[in-house]
C-alpha cells in the first residue's frame, strides 16, 4: 500500500479508526525531503571545510570540518531512517507498520548526542589543567561560519505542528533528533563565539575551555531528554494519561467494566489502543469502536467483550480497527 493511499470500501468498514496502514505521520514526506536537503547542505560545508583546510594548512578548519562531520552522519541516520519507514510502511513483517523507526533513529541520536558531550566535557577539563593559546583572531571566523550554516539547517528542519502534532504532542521524533543535534550545535557555537570575542577582547584565556564545560552541560541536557522521549516511544509507555483517561470514560459510559486498557504509539500522531470490557449485557464489539470515533490521534482500536456474568455469551468476542 502506498504511502497514504485511502482504504477500499470494505477494509474501511473494519478500520474505521485509520485512513492508511503506515502510520508513518502527516508530515513524512515534507520531514523526509527537509532532511535530505539539510544533509546535502552540511555535506557541501564539510568538503570546503576540509578542502580549505588543506589548502591552507589550517587545522581550525579542518577540525571544524570533522565536527560537521558528525553532523552529515546524524542526519543521514535520520534521512535513512525516513526512506527506510517509507519503503516497507506495507510490509506485513512489521506487525503495526514503521512508525517507530524514526524513534529508533532519534534514540540513536540522542546517544550520538551524548557521546559529543562527554567529548567536549573531558576536552574541556584537560584545556583547564593545561592551557593552550588559542589564535582567537583566527578562530572567529570559523565559529560565524559554523553558527550561519546552523541556522540555516535549523530553520529547515523546524517542525511544522500540524495534524501529528496536534495528535501527538511529542510529534515527529526524529525530526526533533536531528533538529535538537543542529540546534545544540549552534548554542555551542553562540557560547564559543562569545568566548572566544571574550578572549581576544579582554585576555581571558580561560573563557575556552569554561565555555566548552558550559556547552558540555548544555548538549548533555539535550541528549537526556531526547533520549527519556525517544526511549519511552520504543519501550510502549503510556503516551498520553488524558487520552488513556477519555478512552476509558467512553468505553465504560453506561457501566462497563475495563477490564483492561492498553494505549502505545504506533508513530508521529498515531496511537493504537487494546481495550478488554465486561457488562452484564454486552454490545456488540462495534458499537465500542463507536463510542471511541472521532477521538483524535487514535488510529488502531482492538475491542474484547466479555460478559460479566459467567455462562453468559452474547455478542463476547473481539474485533480489530
Known sequence: ????????PSEAALDAFRQNRTYLGADHVRNERRTWLVTVICMGTLVALLAGGAATGSIALTASGLHMGAHVASLLVASAAYALARRHAANPAFSFGTGK????????????????????AVESGQ????????????????????????????????????????NDAEGDLNLSAAHLHLTADAAVSVIAFLALL?????????????AGLLAAVLVGHFAFTLLRRTGSALLDINPSRDLTAEVRRRLSSEGEDL???????????????????AADHPAPPQAYHERLAGLGGLSHVTVEVRARAEGAHDHAGHSHA
Open 1 to 8: 500500500m502506498a504511502l497514504n493511499e485511502p482504504l477500499a
Open 101 to 120: 523507526v524514526g524513534y529508533l533513529a532519534g534514540f540513536t541520536n540522542a546517544l550520538v548526542l551524548a557521546a559529543t558531550a562527554v567529548m567536549i
Open 127 to 166: 584545556r583547564l589543567l593545561s592551557p593552550e593559546h588559542v589564535h582567537f583572531g583566527d578562530a572567529l571566523p570559523i565559529a560565524a561560519g559554523g553558527l550561519a550554516v546552523n541556522v540555516v539547517c535549523i530553520l529547515l528542519l523546524r517542525p511544522t505542528g500540524a495534524t501529528a502534532a496536534r
Open 198 to 210: 571574550a578572549g581576544r577582547q579582554l585576555g581571558w584565556e580561560m573563557a575556552d575551555p569554561l
Open 259 to 277: 477490564v483492561d486498557l492498553h494505549l502505545w504509539r504506533l508513530g508521529p500522531g498515531h496511537h493504537a489502543v487494546i481495550a478488554v470490557i
